[in-house]
């Protein structure tokens, strides 16, 4: 019998029809948190029903909201109850795989002054949390983490917050989203600077729900106490799912995909810029925007690509699609240098160490760094990899078997629907031999 944690892909194949990839992960999550926050019901189609995003429907739902599901899923209507209008947790909330289910709920349960224990798997459960926990102590927050700064995290009541200004130590969209959300609540006025752009989806949603917001450069400011309004959200496809197919018709011969409704923020699509500058044939095609989001569709075909050392300015814009993009660089002619990405070894694995076991495994040349990787592009072969519980990586090797020389046998696959359930069924109607 097959193992279900196990995909197994023969290699070759091209991807060829019309796909479109479910909704935005970053942007399912903000809908469900806004929505809940809101004074009314907020209508979410297309929402992500991956378990990432059900971890943060399953959270609210322990604070008193009510959410359910029409037309299979398509439409997710959040029954808001108001800035403080959510009820303390009666026990410990596991947020499965999700660092931004934890991050932003922290923001909000801080801000709420409720007291909560958040808790999450094995990978979550080892990662840096210290990163919003610090700036939401400045605001008067209480909030205890384990030894090293990771899960579970006991959060006291509080009586209220005060705004601070937090010139952010790290790039990182959950740590701006969590102290502006924290905001919402705190006394006074919040101000966030980044050290470098990074997704801006909560600032997009919070001004769709009438929340006055300022953005000038890296500052985003906002004064606490404003109400939220109901909204009705259409999700885009995401760009980071739709990446592994974008990756797979490039470096397969004879492809011809198009991506129907991807979200095109300027903030994610750092992994459009990097597959330009190595070769790619990417056409934006019925540019649009859908709610206050900018979408289009993409056309891609085969290209030969060749290495590139990539601008350290567009990791934090491409932070998610490092995997996929370490197989298009070993698809490519020549050496593609990635350095500055330091954070790529705090995701949902060390992604650095992960990508490397698994392109050695297959055959090829990389040298690491502790910000980074070198990646000399070559005839990648059959070989057993794993993901290490990492949906990304699981996902990056079943794309490189179009290129593989041999099956490619990927361990720990499961975790794919943390944030892609459908991608099997898709990737195989799109092409892909697994
Ligand atoms: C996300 C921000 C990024 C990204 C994650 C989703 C978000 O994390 O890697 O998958 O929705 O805000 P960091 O903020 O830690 O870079």
């Known amino acids: 019998m097959s193992d279900p944690d196990e995909l197994l892909v023969q290699p070759g194949g091209s991807l060829g029809g019309t796909v479109q990839v479910p909704g935005d992960k970053s942007i399912s999550h903000r809908a469900v ?22 971890a943060t429907m399953g959270a609210f739902r322990a604070l008193g909201i009510t959410i359910d599901e029409h037309e299979g899923g398509r439409l997710i209507r959040v029954h808001g109850r108001g800035l403080r209008g959510l009820t303390a947790p009666r026990e410990v909330i596991d947020m499965g795989n999700s ?21 999450g798997d094995a990978s979550l459960r080892g990662r840096p949390m210290r990163r919003v926990t610090d700036p939401l102590a400045q605001m008067g927050a209480n909030i205890a983490t384990a030894s090293n ?54 600032e997009r949603m919070l001004a769709g729900c009438g929340v006055a917001l300022s953005v000038e450069g890296p500052r985003v400011s906002l ?62 095609l019925n540019e649009r925007s859908i709610g206050g989001e900018p979408v289009a569709d993409l056309r891609v075909r085969s290209a030969a690509l060749h290495g590139v050392d990539v601008d350290p300015a567009l990791v934090p814009l491409a932070i998610d ?19 500055g990405a330091a954070e790529l070894r705090h995701k949902e694995s ?13 055959g090829l040349s990389v040298t690491t ?9 070559g005839q990648l072969r059959g070989a057993t990899v794993d993901s290490h519980g990492d949906h ?37 109607a799109a092409g892909l031999r697994l």
């Open 321 to 339: 699609e490092f995997p996929i993009l370490f197989i298009a660089a070993a698809c490519a002619r020549g050496i593609t240098r990635v350095r």
């Open 99 to 119: 660092g931004t289910s934890i991050r932003l709920l922290t923001g909000i349960l801080c801000g709420h002054g409720l007291a909560a224990t958040l808790t």
């Open 149 to 202: 700064g990771t899960p579970p995290l006991v959060i006291a009541a509080n009586p209220g917050l005060r705004g601070i200004t937090f010139p952010l130590p790290v790039a990182s969209a959950q740590v701006k989203s969590a102290v502006l959300l924290a905001g919402l609540f705190a006394a006074g006025e919040t101000t966030v600077i980044e050290p470098a752009p990074t997704r801006d989806h909560t």
């Open 392 to 428: 990304r990586i699981a996902m990056a090797f079943a794309i490189a078997a179009l290129r593989a020389s041999g099956p490619l046998r990927i361990r720990n696959a499961a975790p794919i629907a943390t944030s892609f359930p459908s991608f099997v069924p898709l990737a195989r």
């Open 223 to 284: 004064v606490g106490g404003q109400r939220l309004g109901p909204s009705t959200i259409t999700v885009p496809a995401d760009l980071s799912s739709a990446a592994f197919f974008i990756v797979g018709a490039t470096i397969s011969p004879d492809s011809d995909l198009l991506l129907t409704n991807v979200g095109v923020n300027p903030t994610r699509t750092g992994v459009l810029s990097v597959l330009a500058q190595m070769g790619a044939h990417i056409e934006r």
């Open 369 to 377: 760094f502790e910000d980074g990787i070198e990646i000399e592009g």
């Open 350 to 362: 060390d992604r650095i160490a992960t990508m490397a076991a698994g392109l050695t495994a297959a």
């Open 33 to 54: 948190m806004l929505g809940a926050l809101g004074d009314g019901v907020t209508e979410i189609r297309e929402c992500l029903l991956g378990e990432d995003v059900r």
